[in-house]
């Protein structure tokens, strides 16, 4: 199959950059107006989406048009989280892209936005990234470089064709994560109802602070425990297997609660198996109410704000101040109750979970033979 560069599907003029540092800063945000996409916006899926800041109709007019990004657009970070790429849904109003990003408009008869898409977050595309990229300071690349990244170009019914296989995948990867949040949202509010005091952490769990394993006794290759060092690791709700240890130092049992100790402080997971944990995570353990110990601590995350603010570059907490915390609880008339209806909503989630987790490694298995034409799909007017 043809691979050409990402330039010669692009319309002209169809790659650009962020704006100059001093076009756009904080102090140009505004309540409403041209949203602008940041690296925030990239990490929930296909599309560019989450929570957006805004300038002013008038700052884009003067200074940020020609930073502008339409539906149909894919968005690539510049530096940064690399390898990062977005889809602006089609048919969205005008955004601006920030100083980190870059926008590609693609010439729609040469290539499909979604297929391009899949492409470019491809084994292979990102290992060009990382054969390209400027290590000098924080690693980066340019327009020059994007330009001249390469995908391979079927026909655009072929495109479309793939696209929407691996689309069928990811609408039902989505569809589940929107049921989980929906599913945590019930449980906070059933906790809330029940929630009629405040307790110290370590007077309603056990609380163990991480530790992390040697280098040496670390492997990618399932040996041992799960090892998750912090914020890196968390997912949706259970956190990723990326690596393993044969020698844990502390560890979690499966349904504890996990917590970011280091920036950003109070970010939750729960283990959904034993695991090891390092310096960056703690585990919250309750024998007998598991689930309602982490809705607790999603209610209560107002504990750690005075951590965040405290102006370290690092932000962190230690013992002490964990098991000094205080968090909203139930009274112990109440506590069994709850915790059966906390269960089973858990039990949801956990079976929503681990679907997602088995469609996501069939669409990640299926995107290169599907690329390289090892694997055909039907398309309209070509044989499979």
């Known amino acids: 199959m043809n691979a050409v560069p990402l330039k010669c599907i692009a319309v002209e003029k169809g790659l650009i950059g962020g704006p100059f540092g001093s076009s756009l800063v904080s102090r140009d945000y505004a309540r409403s107006g041209v949203p602008v996409i940041r690296g925030a916006n990239m990490s929930h899926g296909r599309f560019v989406s989450g ?21 149909g657009d894919l968005i690539y970070t510049q530096r940064g989280t690399l390898g990062q790429v977005a889809l ?77 296989t691996l689309g069928a995948l990811d609408d039902k990867i989505e569809s589940n994560r929107r049921a989980v949040t929906i599913a945590e949202q019930l449980g906070d509010a059933l906790f809330a109802a029940a929630a ?66 280091r920036a950003p402080v109070g970010e939750l997971n729960r283990a959904s198996a034993d695991c090891c944990i390092g310096r960056g995570v703690a585990a919250i353990h309750s024998d007998t109410h598991p689930s309602t110990l982490y809705y607790a601590m999603r209610s209560s995350s107002s504990a750690w704000e005075k951590f965040q603010g405290e102006g370290t570059v690092f932000a962190s907490v230690n013992k002490t101040d964990v098991h000094g915390a205080e968090i909203r609880w139930v ?7 709850l915790e059966d209806k906390l269960r089973a909503i858990d039990a949801r989630i956990e079976s ?23 694997m055909r799909v039907p398309a309209e007017g070509v044989a499979a």
């Open 51 to 71: 929570d957006f800041v805004y300038v002013s109709q008038e700052k884009f007019e003067a200074d940020l048009s020609r930073n502008s990004a339409q539906g």
């Open 88 to 164: 602006l849904p089609p048919g969205k109003e005008l955004h601006v892209i920030s100083q980190s990003q870059m926008r590609l408009r693609i010439d729609e008869a040469k290539a499909d936005p979604l297929y391009v898409y899949y492409a470019s977050t491809s084994p292979h595309f990102l290992w060009q990234i990382d054969n390209r990229a400027i290590s000098t300071g924080v690693p980066h690349i340019n327009l020059g470089i994007l330009g001249d990244l390469e995908i391979p170009l079927p026909s655009i019914a072929e495109q479309r064709a793939i696209a929407a």
């Open 196 to 261: 009629s005091e405040s307790r110290l952490l370590s007077d309603v769990a056990d609380i163990t602070m991480g530790s992390s394993p040697k280098g040496a006794d670390l492997n990618e290759d399932g040996d041992g425990l799960p090892f998750y060092q912090g914020t890196r690791d968390f997912g949706v709700r259970f956190p990723s297997l990326r690596v393993w240890t044969t020698a844990p130092v502390r560890t979690a049992a499966k349904s504890d609660t996990l917590m970011s100790v």
């Open 331 to 337: 009274g112990d008339g109440a506590l069994l109750e």
């Open 352 to 374: 929503l979970e681990s679907e997602t987790q088995r469609l996501t490694a069939l669409r990640d298995a299926l995107l290169p033979e599907l690329l390289s034409g090892r």
